[in-house]
């Protein structure tokens, strides 16, 4: 089964930093790629940024380019999504995704379990 | 704002057929077929459901289907269940510099 685990809940201060995780199963990890997905509270999904592991090729939405930094491990088949500095705007769930590799591959499937981001003084 | 522009909600009795519009511009939900939707329920990840415009992934209920006119996409849920009771979202691949965008959910309730 394919699968995408993701870390734990996260409460944090402003200015703190944080590293949040997604780990992949049941397929080849470094043939696809893992996207990050935000969803603050009560609000729509908003795509940020994706790599695929394979060669570590980074892509990120405009509106998320130099606030957060993707990465990933292929050796332990987990992608990350770090920031240096939180800000209360912050909090919200964040979802990682699998995309297959392929110029006309454009959808997100399967989504993992979600992490929930809490910045708060 | 959303990229992409969805009704905030959407109702039917069970039984009934619902359509959710999402509305782009011709540089992204016109200018590929690539739209997919998703399903989220209350508290939990959202399900792919429909792919590539009108493609259903296997273990999809062939009730959903998705279709695009100009730059409008649509997803219909014929036959409405209890269970189709959820937030619905639309994507857009828009192309190589904003990459994918959302619209802003549509909220599905069965009467």
């Known amino acids: 089964e394919v699968q995408l685990v993701q870390s734990g809940a996260e409460v944090k201060k402003p200015g703190e930093s944080l590293k949040i995780s997604c780990k992949g199963s049941g397929y080849s990890f470094t043939s696809y790629w893992i996207g990050w997905v935000r969803q603050m509270p009560g609000k729509g999904l908003e795509w940020m940024g994706i790599?695929?592991?394979?060669?570590?090729?980074?892509r990120y939405s405009p509106s998320f380019q130099g606030q957060v930094t993707i990465s990933a491990d292929k050796s332990i088949s987990t992608a990350y999504l770090q920031w240096s500095s939180l800000k209360a705007s912050d909090t919200a769930m964040y979802y990682c995704?699998?995309?297959?590799?392929?110029?006309?591959?454009?959808?997100?499937?399967?989504w993992g379990q979600g992490t929930l981001v809490t910045v708060s003084s | 704002q959303s990229a992409l522009t969805q009704p905030r909600s959407v109702s039917g009795s069970p039984g009934q057929s619902v359509t959710i519009s999402c509305t782009g511009t011709?540089?992204?939900?016109?200018?590929?077929?690539?739209v997919s939707w998703y399903q989220q329920h209350p508290g939990k990840a959202p399900k792919l459901m429909i792919y590539d415009v009108s493609k259903r992934p296997s273990g999809v209920p062939d009730r959903f289907s998705g279709s695009k006119s100009g730059n409008t996409a649509s997803l219909t849920i014929s036959g409405l269940q209890a269970e189709d009771e959820a937030d619905y979202y639309c994507?857009?691949?828009?192309?190589?510099?904003?990459?994918?965008?959302f619209g802003g959910g549509t909220k599905l309730t069965v009467l």
């Open positions: 995704v699998r995309r297959s590799s392929g110029w006309d591959k454009n959808w997100f499937d399967p």
């Open positions: 790599i695929y592991p394979g060669d570590s090729d980074t």
């Open positions: 011709s540089s992204d939900v016109g200018g590929y077929n690539y």
């Open positions: 994507c857009s691949y828009a192309g190589s510099y904003t990459f994918w965008v």
